[in-house]
């Protein structure tokens, strides 16, 4: 449409939609607690994969088996995203720091070189610009302070003649400075009280406001003048070439005409050069050499070499922070090989004892590159082609090895930086082995998968990560773990997740019982919470491991969360369908249940009432999940699709009305806020999500002045409320039996 209304018309004008849109939370993302190989410890880590989570946090192993088969089923089950949590041992779960793992590492090492000198260095690139006196203080090789000091002196010339000085207007004085030009300097009679009787002092100003390169100063006692030339150094000069006020006269300025010279131990010294430097050091300076390195930089270095040799710019020098030179005692070396590379395992883990690292002649055939191959139990698992010691280039070794991303999943590198050149620095080829790394699980208690709010170490990992809903601690089902998960879950994060609790190991039916209802007081606890039974049974995914049986038992929660995934994405009501029967609640990868006994229904009869969730694996049907309570019979949402269907409409509500933060507390605000939720909880109402497919039966919106009072305004809150009838799940399917007495019935009233 136009912007400029002319004649007059009706127009039409396309405006957005008063109601905004609430876009679905994911329901599905897992937080995973647990042993790892390697990886990050105590962070919240992404992994989008089964090989992601591998690429970042390694494979099974005898102490990481729980947490990396429950991330596996969880991809393989139906989930897309992941936060992992990586746990060790802490002194003081509270402090970081305290961790008990260790890092692997180990050195890399040169050739075999000739002794080396010790060698200071400096910063700052020539030339230099000194003082006169300037001074440079050394102790060589332990023998005590050796000073060399550096002079320069300006080139000067006096006049020989006293003031006052008999000048007449117009005369001159002509002047050559550090050999330049001639510089003519004329005396007006305007510049003087009386220019017959010219002072030293105001020949001195004339002389000043007329040259270039020098200045006049007013000398013995103030009777004569003499002119100094601005440069420092034997390349200061001052001649006084002529001119009519220098000669003529009784009384004129007299300054003796031969070129007079600096001196000192440079040409200049606002620009002193590393080989005047040289000679003045090595002359007052015993036992040293010096030179200018690559990238101008002023080198001194002892004439002596070995581990012996040692030298020290001391802080007594006055012009040690004008060449960058630091005062730390530097140590020559013996010779032989010397370590130019120190290797670590990117993360901490015993996972790094068996890496070793192989460098070979470089591919491209450069001397000063190299290959580096990372091996993992002798087998080859990334290589490095072509990379350099020099930190200026692109394949510097730290900026490939060490980038985040495209790095290494393995290790890290540290260029030692050896007072050495290329190619001396590369290093020798060879195969170098890592020791020290220590997975940090000797002590391991509750108290590290719970994790600390100071530190945020554990399921506190995840306090900042708002994405999650479905928490799990594989390997660790004990009463205080299951206990901080729920609490974690409902109270901590606001019941906006929900914890997947696995079974102890071993238990038979009457021991699960106990443990939900007397040994974890687990019972009626939450409805922010499942716990299920048994433990299932996988086919064996590593015979190095496990040994040469063909199925192992695992705890079921990945699968589960698996599962809670698949279901999500698979109905158009999405969370709100129960998670479990024979189709649904399908566990994909298990073979069988840690224990038949739940095959029993009687046994069944047992745990269901106490709110476990039996799986079951009964026979000519697949492992399956046949239960779906919360762990809370009483509460208002008492089942698993019900409780995660809420989380979901909840969570969906709070991000889709972050825009009203703010606003000002009007009824129009409140009337978006309710059209918006009102739209969301109707697209919810046509996937069937809730207990009836019509809107004024399934659900309502209140943001009205009954909830939002005067009052509430000026505490600036907006209240609102909506409320959604949750379908239950067919957890009992009853069968009536009778005789079928019709055709009698219509006999016998035939015959009335």
Known sequence: MSNKLLASKIVSKEEPPTTRNIP????SIMLAVGVAERGPIGVATVVTSWPDYQSKFGYLTANAKDLPNAVKAYFDGGGARAHVTRVVHYADPSVASSKTSAAATGNIVTAALAATAA????TIAGPWSLADGDTLSFDVDGGGSDVATFNAAAASEE?????TYDLADSLTLTVKVDQGAVQTITFLTA?????????????????????????????????????????????????????TANVGGANRLAFPTAEVQGTGDAVDASAVTAAEMKTLIEADVAGVAVSASAGGFLQVATT???AASSLLCEAASTADSKFGFDNATHDGTAGGAINTLQVDGKTDGAYANDVTVTISTASSGEADEFNVTINEGGVPIEVWPNVSMTDADVNYIETVINKEGTGSNLVTFTDLAPSLTSPDDRPANGTYSLSGGSDGLTSLDDNDFVGSATSKTGMRAFDYQDEGRILIVPGRATSAV???????????????????????????????KTYVRTTALLKELSEFGAIYWPRIKISNPSKTIYGNVSEVVVPPSGHIAGMYARTDSAFKSGVFEAPAGVSVGRLIGATGVETNEVNDESKRDLIYPELINPIVALEGLPVHVDGSRTLKSTSNFPTIGERRGVIFVTQSLKSGTLWAKHRKIKRRTRKEIARSWFAFLLTQTRNGAFASDVPAEAFYVDVGDALNTAITAFDRKIFGRFGIATAKPAEFIIILVTQDTRALEEELLAAA
């Not at 003048?225 to 034997?234: A, C, E």
């Open 119 to 122: 060698i200071v260095l400096g």
């Open 24 to 27: 679905a939370e994911p329901t």
């Open 191 to 243: 510049e003087f009280a009386d220019i017959t009787n010219a002072t030293a002092l105001e020949v001195a100003a004339v002389i000043n406001a007329k040259i270039s390169g020098a200045s006049a100063t007013v000398t013995s006692g103030g009777t004569k003048i003499t002119i100094t030339s601005d440069k420092l150094g034997t390349g200061s000069y001052v001649e006084i070439t002529g001119g």
């Open 159 to 163: 006049s020989a003649n006293t003031a």
């Open 482 to 512: 299951h206990n901080a998960m729920v609490a974690y879950c409902e109270t901590t994060r606001g019941g906006s997740i929900f914890p997947v609790l696995d079974p102890p190991e071993g238990y038979s039916a009457a021991q699960m």
């Open 304 to 306: 002596t070499t070995g």
